[in-house]
């Protein structure tokens, strides 16, 4: 299984950004979770937005409040995430991460270790 970030890049404060993540060996409409994550320089990784066949509906970290939308792709390839009215607190490096576990639950969904496969990130940078 491979994930593929793309999509960052630098905007400013309140413009809006489409993140993909590309998949192969993983098949987004099966079993599994898949979710973004992000990490800002010198803090831990956090969840962003999580798609579960464990669960139904999508699960957003608190600090989205509504910005933020993942969504799949027709072909079940390429998971989106789409950021709205961003702000310089989101500057972070973008991660997808693929966990196929029936662990990841709407409580656990943001716990790392419960996801095997890592993309490698892409940059955003929100200025002022």
């Known amino acids: 299984v491979q994930l593929v970030e793309s999509g960052g890049g630098a905007v400013q404060v309140g413009g809006s950004l489409k993140l993909s993540c590309t998949t192969s060996g993983f098949d987004l409409g099966g079993d599994g979770t898949i979710t973004w994550f992000r990490q800002v320089a010198g803090k831990g990784r956090e969840g962003v937005a999580c798609?579960?066949?464990?669960?139904?509906?999508?699960l957003y970290g608190a600090f989205v409040k509504g910005r933020f939308a993942i969504s799949t792709d027709n072909t079940q390839t390429t998971v989106y995430l789409n950021m709205y009215d961003l702000e310089p607190e989101d500057t972070a490096v973008y991660y997808c991460?693929?966990?196929?576990?029936?662990?990841?639950?709407?409580?656990?969904?943001?716990?790392?270790?419960?996801?095997?496969?890592w993309g490698r990130g892409t940059q955003v940078t929100v200025s002022s």
């Open positions: 991460a693929v966990g196929t576990t029936p662990r990841i639950r709407v409580t656990t969904w943001n716990w790392l270790y419960l996801y095997e496969i």
């Open positions: 798609s579960s066949k464990n669960f139904a509906g999508a």
